[in-house]
């Protein structure tokens, strides 16, 4: 310890405040697990089974993985990384609703393991700060070594997140897009018997996609009250869905498409509202001041949207994890002038 | 008794974060009960900003309550005099580690013999003296400003600026303190004469009082403003805006640049406690020797005490029925923005409003902070809009060049990044410490 750590250390013991608001990082945790338990349910009452076994799958390896850590953390007498399992745990749900539901059990376990290992406990440990979102980098790292099953004679029977069928949808026209919707014509309400077009099963009943992502709708409705109720970065929300919104919008106008389906499309597919509300607000991967935050969601729209036009699959989180490596430096523009400082205000 | 709805105990910060003001809610009732002196008094030599005053005694001396003990230095423009609290005499004057600097620092020991009646100044008709003889009365009083600051009043009522605006300060933030509220109810005729007298020495045309009351929470007082044409700010329930440059901007929308202070705008802010020490000092020839403060313990709840500065915190326990035995620490005046002292034969001073024991029960909830989470949790709430996370990380670093961008020298040190981090991280540590670096950067 060097003397200016010795020295704060002290600092720490006596000086001011002496009051604490009470509201920790466990209750954030919680509050935040608790947002996406009411997504989870609405996704297993929607896409089915499947669905719940993802669920559970992914928290419970990330919770065996974890636990593993903490005990072998308190046997060595070394620093515990989490005492408690609620980061984990949001960690875990966060993977279970980002894998799509066509993926294998085994693959959603993959995922899991790899984010409470390498992009929790390991990024945490070696960078002392998260500087990847540990879900999303999971994904990547997965998503590139199983594009190796690409060069497979039959790569959809292998079981995998990577569907090369995705690659011949053509999203430039308002013709290959329409084509491509067949995917969310399917949805049914089965207790009411309704076969609901593209446009409203994307926004209220998706079979298909991320499993988080099964009624856009909800996602909005309680990130909206996640990001009013806990604070979460929402100039990052706001400028990316009005960003996407802008952009749907342009490409209906271009290629003379419907309007409504574009934005049901682009804004509430799984892979955006979902990466919007829960992963590209994780605090640690993103920027701090306000201007930089606009910045991250209007970039994360653009990326997302371009990657999802060339049908890149898992567009939207290859767009979050090149942003969370910018953030660092958008970290340090962006700032709003402090009092004493605002012209218009009176200061210098 | 005076009624309180719920909502005047919250405090809304930016970010919609709340700070717990339940501590205040069981004093603003209590009046003011007068504490009797210790057998032993602990008088520090340096009770303002400036430098230690000089000992004027010797050990064995006998004292009488309001006679100078500490003298200043001369051509010293910011130090002012300190005053025994007691007739009595001087045990011994000893190096003891001062509250506020954690520095050992020359402290006056007297035993007392009686109360005493303090009056060794003459009693002054402001009309019949210049504003020269009233300032230096203030002076001679040992007068600082009262709210926390320990800023020497003389300086403040002396500027070298032309002002058109006095504020005084009764928005009695702090979460543990209602010894201004209570100042208003009882003291309210020499409240208002002290603000006459320093707006009659700045010459200023407008007079403002800053409040956190409500209209006919305290109706004697406010009408006794309205007759002196003496306008009543209500403000916002809310913490930092008892600083006095956001109450600067609070009450004239006016923003005070930075490095600058409230007189480059025409402004000065004093508190209503010194507003109280400068009446008395004029018409009743007291030196300041004496204060009211709001102690707190889970135990008693909030307790307004008018209590001879000097008097050991363990004196005031005993006071009121306890010992220090039963706690661990203390926090002398705001619990937001004081020091914490874990010695209960350590005095009040003059600048302390207010005392809160914990016991050790009541573990401080600062301790084993968790790694940041980069919520920015601190950003939204920071009253001057700069980043205490950022800052502390360039603080880490040593960073003086990030210190600079990120505007360090801004925070006014209200706690409340700190206050708001989930990850219980002691912020405000790091900003002192950033703005000391640059201090130190600049020497």
């Known amino acids: 310890m060097n003397t200016d750590e010795v020295k704060f250390k002290e600092y720490q013991v006596v000086q001011p405040p002496h009051l604490y608001m009470g509201f920790t990082k466990d209750e954030l945790m919680l509050k935040t697990f608790f947002l996406l338990s009411i997504i989870a349910f609405a996704s297993v009452v929607i896409m089915g089974v499947n669905a719940f076994i993802h669920i559970i799958t992914a928290l419970g390896t990330v919770l065996i993985v974890h636990n593993l850590i903490h005990s072998y953390q308190k046997w060595k007498g070394y620093r515990i990384t989490y005492e408690s399992p609620t980061s984990p745990m949001v960690a875990g749900m966060i993977v279970g609703l980002s894998m799509p539901i066509a993926s294998t059990f085994e693959v959603t376990a993959g995922v899991a393991f790899i984010t409470i290992l390498v992009f929790k406990y390991g990024q945490g440990k070696y960078f002392q700060r998260k500087y990847l979102n540990p879900a999303a980098a999971a994904k990547v790292l997965l998503l590139l070594l199983l594009s190796i099953m690409l060069f497979f004679e039959n790569p959809l029977s292998t079981g995998m997140i990577f569907h090369p069928h995705h690659l011949e949808l053509n999203l430039f026209t308002n013709e290959g897009f329409i084509e491509s919707m067949w995917i969310f014509q399917r949805a049914v309400l089965p207790f009411l018997g309704i076969r609901l077009p593209a446009t409203q099963s994307l926004m209220f009943w998706q079979t298909h996609g991320w499993i988080g992502g099964a009624c856009g709708i909800l996602v909005l409705i309680v990130g909206a009250i996640g990001a009013y109720w806990l604070r979460y970065k929402w100039r990052i929300i706001v400028s990316s869905l009005i960003s996407m919104t802008l952009l749907s919008i342009t490409i209906a106008l271009l290629t003379g498409g419907d309007i409504l389906l574009r934005i049901a499309f682009h804004v509430f597919t799984g892979s955006f509202i979902f990466m919007v509300f829960f992963m590209a607000t994780e605090p640690q991967s993103t920027p701090m001041p306000g201007k930089s935050q606009y910045l991250f969601g209007i970039s994360l729209a653009i990326l997302t949207f371009i990657l999802q036009l060339f049908n890149v699959l898992g567009g939207s989180i290859i767009a979050l994890v090149l942003l969370n490596i910018a953030t660092p430096f958008l970290d340090k523009v962006g700032f709003k002038k402090p009092y004493g400082h605002r012209e218009s205000k009176g200061g210098k | ?443």
């Not at chain 2, 909830?365 to 920071?382: E, K, S």
């Open chain 2, 1 to 443: 008794m005076v009624a309180h709805r719920k909502n005047d105990y919250n405090f809304k910060e930016r970010g919609r974060f709340e700070v717990d003001i339940s501590m205040k809610k069981t004093a603003v009732g209590d009046p003011f009960t007068i504490v009797p002196p210790a057998e032993k008094m602990v008088l520090f030599l340096r009770q303002h900003v400036g430098r230690e005053t000089k000992p004027i005694v010797q050990p064995g001396d006998p004292v009488k309550c309001g006679q100078k003990i500490g003298e200043i230095n001369e051509g010293d423009p910011w130090s002012v005099p300190v005053h025994s609290p007691v007739d009595g005499k001087i045990v011994t004057i000893k190096k003891l580690s001062h509250p506020l600097s954690g520095e050992e620092e020359n402290a006056v020991i007297i035993e007392t013999t009686s109360e005493g009646q303090n009056s060794s100044l003459s009693p002054l008709n402001p009309n019949d003296v210049s504003k020269e003889q009233l300032v230096e009365r203030v002076r001679e009083a040992g007068i600082v400003g009262l709210g926390g600051a320990s800023f020497p009043t003389h300086v403040k009522l002396t500027p070298n600026k032309k002002l058109s605006h006095l504020i005084i300060n009764a928005k009695e933030s702090d979460s543990n303190i209602a010894c201004d509220f209570r100042l208003m109810v009882e003291k309210s005729r020499e409240v208002v004469n002290g603000i006459l007298l320093i707006a009659k020495i700045l010459d200023v045309t407008h007079i403002t009082f800053a409040s956190r009351t409500k209209e006919g929470q305290t109706p004697e007082f406010d009408e006794l403003l309205r007759e002196n044409n003496i306008t009543i700010a209500r403000i916002r329930p809310n913490y930092s805006v008892g600083s006095e440059r956001l109450l600067v901007k609070e009450v004239l929308n006016k923003e005070i640049p930075s490095g600058k202070f409230p007189p480059d705008v025409g402004v000065v802010v004093h508190n209503i406690a010194t507003a109280l020490a400068i009446s008395r000092a004029v018409y009743n020839g007291e030196a300041l020797i004496s204060r009211g403060l709001t102690f707190y313990s889970k135990k008693t709840g909030g307790k307004n005490l008018w209590v001879r500065m000097g008097t050991p915190i363990n004196h005031v326990l005993s006071f009121l029925g306890m010992s220090s035995g039963e706690f661990e620490r203390y926090v002398l005046g705001s619990i937001m923005m004081g020091p914490l002292v874990s010695d209960p034969s350590l005095p009040i001073l003059k600048a302390t409003s207010g005392i809160t024991a914990f016991t050790r029960e009541e573990r401080d909830p600062y301790v084993n902070p968790l790694p940041c989470i980069r919520c920015a949790y601190c950003n939204i709430v920071c009253p001057v809009f700069i980043y205490p996370q950022l800052i502390m990380e360039a603080e880490k670093k040593g960073n003086v060049k990030a210190l600079h961008k990120l505007h360090v020298v801004d925070c006014i040190e209200c706690g409340l990044c700190s206050y708001v981090c989930p990850s219980r991280i002691k912020l405000t540590p790091y900003l002192v410490g950033g703005k000391r670096r640059i201090r130190e950067k600049k020497e």
